[in-house]
């Protein structure tokens, strides 16, 4: 049986750097590499260590990737000025979001590398959390650097949005507004009420997209406005290997205390979409890969080689039966083969002075060069 591993199609996910005893261990969240295994992918963790990000090539083929959560981006990728926030607030940020404030460069490289290769080959991609906002950076949007400073505490207390609870983790859920005719509007549908746009999702983050980058199309709002999805819908037709999205909210997360149930029956169709995509899109890869030709012979060659597997022929019998020497009928035909083995040898190997003198060609060892 084949391995299947070198069958079904790969998936590309970085992982995020925590402390384990003192030591730096990469992690990825089981439920997304469940979620692609189960709709017939295979995740390929790629590290997150020093100079990962100049060796993507080396994970090729790449038929999809999915990035999710992780520390904050790197302001300067995003803004040409660090923020019109004081220091002070700055600070405050820092230590209200102690473990996601520490900027990783080496995670925001390889990341960011990835779905700019994603966008200049049509790969799928599906960023979840920060996964959208390295997809919205890698093609010009911005983020907010801190919600709470710079959205939240400027509205009216009705339309304010809890987007992370540190005591509440996976329970914590806050309203969204999903957008008519979009991708996530097929996938919830059966679950809105009449014209009721709204379910609930589970956040965790504390920036997100401020403006949108020109190619994408919003597919969901909260109640203070933030984007919470978006898509490029020239690139969306999983059917035929097109898949370029982002989700703020962690549908993988939105599950009942027993794990197996989801809030709601599209939660995991953003995975099953993105999959369907990866499948189609190997295919279609597979489909253009060009196979090597049969070595196909000129005339003139077609009759040289023929007379050559002739005079070997020849030889070959006169062999078997012992009687070399005694057809001298078939002696010109012989001496073809004769010098093929007197002057070709060396010339195909071109390793030795033979008959004619050094040869060159390539670094192959002759017959008589072959070590026992």
Same mark, same amino acid.
């Given at each position: 049986m084949e391995n299947l591993s070198q069958i079904l199609p790969r998936v590309l996910v970085v992982s995020r750097r925590t402390v384990r005893k003192n030591k730096f261990v990469d992690f990825v969240g089981e439920y997304h590499l469940d979620l692609i295994v189960r709709y017939g992918c295979v995740p390929v963790i790629v590290p997150r260590v020093t100079g990962v990000h100049m060796l993507l090539d080396s994970f090729k083929p790449i038929h999809g990737v999915l990035l999710c959560e992780g520390e904050d981006i790197d302001p300067s990728l995003y803004e040409s000025e660090i923020s019109s926030l004081s220091p002070e607030e700055l600070q405050e940020i820092r230590d209200t979001h102690a473990s996601d404030t520490a900027i990783d460069k080496e995670k925001d490289s390889i990341e960011l590398g990835l779905a700019k290769l994603c966008l200049e080959q049509n790969i799928p991609y599906l960023g979840i959390c920060r996964g959208s906002q390295i997809l919205n950076v890698?093609?010009?949007?911005?983020? *907010?650097?801190?919600? $709470?400073?710079?959205?939240?505490?400027? &509205?009216?207390?009705?339309?304010?949005?809890?987007?992370? +609870?540190?005591?509440?983790?996976?329970?914590?859920?806050?309203?969204?507004?999903i957008v008519e005719k979009s991708p996530l509007h097929s996938w919830f549908k059966d679950s809105l009420d009449g014209e009721n746009m709204e379910i609930l999702v589970n956040s965790y983050h504390h920036q997100g997209v401020k403006r949108l980058a020109q190619r994408f199309v919003p597919m969901a709002f909260a109640s203070d406005g933030?984007?919470?999805?978006?898509?490029?819908?020239?690139? *969306?037709?999983?059917? $035929?290997?097109?898949?370029?999205?982002? &989700?703020?909210?962690?549908?993988?997360?939105?599950?009942? +205390?027993?794990?197996?149930?989801?809030?709601?029956?599209?939660?995991?169709?953003?995975?099953?979409?993105f999959a369907k995509a990866v499948i189609a899109y190997q295919k279609k890869l597979n489909s253009t890969m060009s196979v090597p030709k049969t070595l196909e012979l000129d005339r003139e060659m077609e009759n040289k080689r023929k007379i050559l597997v002739r005079s070997f022929s020849l030889a070959r019998n006169m062999y078997a039966k012992g009687e070399p020497g005694k057809n001298p009928s078939k002696g010109s035909e012989l001496e073809v083969g004769a010098e093929f083995l007197e002057w070709g040898l060396y010339d195909v190997y071109g390793c030795c002075d033979g008959p004619?003198?050094?040869?060159?060609?390539?670094?192959?060892?002759?017959?008589?060069?072959?070590?026992?």
């Open positions: 890698a093609c010009g949007g911005t983020l *907010y650097l801190d919600l $709470e400073k710079e959205l939240t505490n400027k &509205l009216p207390e009705e339309r304010r949005t809890k987007h992370i +609870d540190y005591d509440n983790y996976d329970g914590h859920r806050h309203v969204v507004r933030l984007m919470e999805g978006f898509y490029d819908p020239d690139a *969306y037709n999983p059917e $035929e290997g097109k898949f370029i999205m982002g &989700l703020q909210f962690h549908p993988e997360r939105m599950r009942s +205390d027993d794990l197996d149930e989801f809030d709601y029956p599209g939660c995991p169709a953003a995975y099953q979409e004619r003198g050094p040869q060159t060609g390539p670094a192959i060892l002759c017959p008589g060069h072959f070590e026992p």
